[in-house]
Nanobody, 121 residues
Framework: QVQLVESGGGLVQPGGSLGLSCAAF????????MGWYRQAPGKQRELVAD???????NYADSVKGRFTISRDNAKNTVFLQMNSLQPEDTAVYYC???????????????WGQGTQVTVSS
């Protein structure tokens, strides 16, 4: 089995910064695309950013220029650096990853447990 473990998050004032990380553990052959989603109260889960294994990135318009996604393929880990945070960034942030397990043919998308980010003065 595979597990995604998130860390980071918390409470920050408007204009501040936070970093999130998410590591995949288990019988992993290859980790393909990885990404971050968020879900605010009463809203649907939305894509924040994603990154291919080769390093190509994609961002939601609302976070472009403020957030940076990166990854460490050797450690099956994805990072999200969040700068210039605003109250509207408050949400539960979830990581995901498309992972091919050892001995399997098809990759499966896994999700982290979610971590709360609150931006408030």
């Amino acid at each position: 089995q595979v597990q995604l473990v998130e860390s980071g998050g918390g409470l920050v004032q408007p204009g501040g910064s936070l970093g999130l990380s998410c590591a995949a553990f288990g019988s992993i052959a290859v980790t393909h695309g990885m990404g971050w989603y968020r879900q605010a109260p009463g809203k649907q889960r939305e894509l924040v950013a994603d990154i291919t294994r080769g390093g190509s990135t994609n961002y939601a318009d609302s976070v472009k220029g403020r957030f940076t996604i990166s990854r460490d393929n050797a450690k099956n880990t994805v990072f999200l650096q969040m700068n210039s945070l605003q109250p509207e960034d408050t949400a539960v942030y979830y990581c995901n990853a498309d992972i091919l397990q050892t001995g399997r043919i098809l990759s499966v998308r896994y999700w982290g447990q979610g971590t709360q980010v609150t931006v408030s003065s």
